[in-house]
């Protein structure tokens, strides 16, 4: 049974700093690609960004390039989204989700994902 497990979410101000991290559990990993979702209250989940486990490639929205920074620690099965610069827009409740899948691509869909830990509320004040 996969498990991943989030933690780090909080209430930050606006241009300020926040670290999620999910570690992940009872599986093992090599070809499979580990990211983060997010929903904001009213709105449907959204891609944030994700990493390929054995390239160390990555993926972001448009909206958070430049500002977050997935990374991976090999040795503890764990995913680190770093956000800085933050906003209020990204308020909402991130999702670490995980799955494991062949070839290159590093899907954006919710459902390309079949794992998913409880997720985390980050909260943005301006």
């Known amino acids: 049974q996969v498990q991943l497990v989030e933690s780090g979410g909080g209430l930050v101000q606006a241009g300020g700093s926040m670290r999620l991290s999910c570690a992940a559990s009872g599986r093992t990993f090599s070809n499979h690609v580990m990211g983060w979702f997010r929903q904001a209250p009213g709105k449907e989940r959204e891609f944030v960004v994700a990493i390929r486990w054995s390239s160390g490639n990555t993926n972001y929205a448009d909206s958070v390039k430049g500002r977050f920074t997935i990374s991976r620690d090999n040795a503890k099965n764990t995913v680190y989204l770093q956000m800085n610069s933050l906003k209020a827009e990204d308020t909402a409740v991130y999702y670490c989700?995980?799955?494991?899948?062949?070839?290159?691509?590093?899907?954006?869909?919710?459902?390309?994902?079949?794992?998913w830990g409880q997720g985390t509320q980050v909260t943005v004040s301006s």
């Open positions: 989700a995980a799955d494991w899948m062949g070839g290159f691509t590093i899907p954006r869909i919710p459902r390309a994902y079949m794992y």
